[in-house]
């Protein structure tokens, strides 16, 4: 099987279980994916089940270093980069890397700095940042100023659109974020780094999250962060949008022009 042409992070919204990681990683590496998206810190709306924090890293690290692959996960803290860092060093070899990303709710740009302190001098982390959640350009585009001026090198830097949250916003599809896409491709140009879109965030429901990967299809962006999950029925957090493993072949089929598994043999 070919490399696929977009770069492509997947796996679950949260971890959950190193059962339902290995099933994950199992189907996505068989595919060609090399970024595996896992959370084990979540913030969550109203209270609830918030992940299993530190306790899920060494899981995530055993379940996806020793085949090469890449884990992908977000970190609010620079308490939790740290441990992120001392984790993969005891973990990893030398050349094994990870991506943190900042997520929507994380607007706090002195953990921000924090955070960049910790890892700007570490040449294998990846930093992802997303737009923040409401609806306003110059907050994205300060983020990225945040980051850079503290010393954050732009080759190791992806920006990821997840939507606005719709506010009083008109909302006709009845989306769990609007999405911006010539917003997106106007400060991809800005920034002059990849651009990435977080369709799972923005469909909220995973009939959704297909029609905006189409919709995407217009517009040049770099790499997907989507959301799959073994057994969409148990999932602990945002069931109605991870993707099936199914529906996640469609998904790369789609944004990839990926030929699916069965074909190929
Ligand atoms: C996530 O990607 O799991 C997430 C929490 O997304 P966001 O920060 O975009 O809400
Ligand atoms: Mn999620």
């Given at each position: 099987m070919?490399?696929?042409k977009k770069?492509?992070?997947?796996?679950p919204?949260?971890?959950?279980s190193?059962?339902?990681?290995s099933?994950c990683?199992?189907f996505?590496k068989?595919?060609?994916i090399?970024f595996i998206r896992?959370?084990?810190?979540?913030?969550?709306?109203s209270?609830a089940w918030?992940?299993?924090g530190?306790a899920g890293?060494?899981m995530?690290?055993?379940?996806?270093?020793?085949?090469?692959?890449?884990?992908?996960?977000e970190?609010l803290?620079a308490?939790?980069?740290?441990?992120i860092?001392?984790?993969l060093?005891?973990?990893?070899?030398?050349?094994?890397s990870?991506?943190?990303?900042?997520?929507?709710?994380?607007q706090n740009?002195?953990?921000q700095?924090l955070?960049?302190e910790i890892?700007k001098?570490?040449p294998?982390?990846l930093f992802?940042f997303k737009n923040?959640?409401?609806?306003?350009?110059?907050?994205?585009m300060?983020?990225?100023?945040?980051?850079?001026?503290?010393?954050?090198?732009?080759e190791?830097?992806i920006?990821?659109?997840?939507?606005?949250?719709?506010?009083y916003?008109e909302?006709k599809?009845n989306?769990r974020?609007?999405?911006?896409?010539e917003m997106s491709?106007?400060?991809?140009?800005?920034?002059?780094i990849?651009?990435y879109l977080?369709?799972?965030h923005i469909?909220?429901?995973?009939a959704?999250?297909?029609e905006?990967a189409?919709?995407?299809?217009a517009?040049?962006f770099?790499?997907?962060?989507v959301e799959v999950?073994?057994n969409?029925q148990?999932?602990?957090?945002d069931k109605?949008?991870q993707l099936?493993?199914e529906q996640?072949?469609?998904?790369?089929?789609l944004?990839d022009?990926w030929?699916?598994l069965?074909k190929?043999?």
């Amino acid at each position: 099987m070919g490399e696929l042409k977009k770069t492509i992070i997947a796996g679950p919204c949260a971890l959950e279980s190193l059962e339902q990681l290995s099933e994950c990683v199992q189907f996505l590496k068989a595919m060609g994916i090399r970024f595996i998206r896992a959370s084990l810190w979540k913030p969550r709306t109203s209270p609830a089940w918030d992940g299993l924090g530190i306790a899920g890293l060494p899981m995530l690290l055993e379940a996806t270093l020793s085949d090469g692959l890449i884990p992908c996960t977000e970190i609010l803290t620079a308490h939790q980069t740290q441990l992120i860092v001392d984790a993969l060093k005891y973990y990893g070899k030398k050349d094994s890397s990870m991506l943190l990303w900042i997520g929507a709710r994380n607007q706090n740009h002195f953990e921000q700095r924090l955070i960049i302190e910790i890892i700007k001098d570490c040449p294998n982390i990846l930093f992802m940042f997303k737009n923040q959640l409401w609806y306003d350009k110059k907050h994205w585009m300060g983020i990225f100023e945040h980051i850079v001026q503290t010393g954050f090198p732009a080759e190791r830097l992806i920006a990821c659109h997840r939507g606005f949250s719709p506010g009083y916003h008109e909302n006709k599809e009845n989306l769990r974020n609007i999405p911006e896409f010539e917003m997106s491709m106007e400060l991809k140009n800005h920034f002059k780094i990849p651009m990435y879109l977080d369709p799972s965030h923005i469909g909220g429901e995973r009939a959704k999250v297909i029609e905006i990967a189409k919709q995407s299809l217009a517009y040049d962006f770099d790499g997907y962060l989507v959301e799959v999950h073994p057994n969409v029925q148990s999932a602990k957090t945002d069931k109605e949008q991870q993707l099936t493993l199914e529906q996640f072949e469609h998904f790369v089929e789609l944004v990839d022009k990926w030929e699916p598994l069965a074909k190929v043999a």
